[in-house]
């Protein structure tokens, strides 16, 4: 069955660090491949997605991510994190099967001032 | 553009009393619909999904309903509520047939007491 693995519940950053969130996907064919951010109370905003073409995807707020195809990874990073960085971040992956997205369970990232 | 509405943003219900949750979308036509509902720490459920009125697909057995009566209109509802029943609600739509990005709305926070 698909699965979206994000292994870490919690990340606690410095501001002005460097940010990598982990995602791995158990999936057969080539996924689709989304990061959301969601802000305490609020919808999910799209960071950034991947198809096909460069697996290195640049997204809105400074954001990137890589697809590694060997490692089932799409791993989102930025490398200065400010304090309205802070919020959940969701991976997804998009089934060419049913249209349907299949949600990791979430990283919550805190900034530390 | 696009947009989406989600009301209310929060509720307060007593247990056994109806709920009636409503999503529209603006500026697009056919799109899927989406019922999520969201945990602490355990990311999106997918609880109920649409592809075109009258059509709804549940993803998980429970106690709430969903109903497509107009194209852009999706509705949550629930007979008699449940305390488990609380949780934080988010409608959503993405383009009919592709497994693209989808667009949330702002959320509802249900507590049932």
């Known amino acids: 069955a698909q699965s979206v693995t994000q292994p870490d519940i919690h990340i606690t950053v410095s501001e002005g660090a460097s940010l990598e969130l982990r995602c791995n996907y158990s999936?057969?064919?080539?996924?689709?491949l989304f990061w959301y951010v969601q802000s305490p109370g609020q919808g999910l905003q799209l960071l950034l997605k991947y198809f096909s073409g460069d697996t290195l995807v640049q997204g809105i707020k400074g954001f990137e991510a890589e697809f590694k195809r060997s490692q089932s990874s799409f791993n989102l990073r930025k490398p200065s994190v400010h304090w309205s960085d802070a919020a959940e971040y969701f991976c997804a992956v998009g089934l060419d099967s049913n249209y349907q997205l299949i949600w990791g369970a979430g990283t919550k990232l805190i900034i530390k001032p | 553009s696009q947009t989406i509405h989600q009301w209310p943003a929060t509720l307060v219900q007593p247990v056994g009393s109806p709920l009636s949750l409503e999503c529209t979308v603006e500026g697009t036509s056919n799109p899927n619909l989406y019922w999520y509902r969201q945990a602490a720490g355990r990311g999106l459920q997918l609880l109920f999904y649409s592809v075109g009125i009258g059509q709804i697909s549940s993803e998980v057995p429970q106690n709430l309903s969903a109903s497509r009566p107009q194209d852009r209109q999706f509705i949550l509802s629930s007979k008699k509520l449940l305390l488990s029943d609380s949780g934080f609600y988010l409608c959503?739509?993405?383009?009919?047939?592709?497994?693209?990005?989808?667009?949330f709305g702002q959320g509802t926070r249900l507590t049932v007491v």
């Open positions: 959503a739509w993405s383009v009919l047939g592709r497994p693209d990005e989808a667009f």
């Open positions: 999936y057969g064919a080539t996924p689709y």
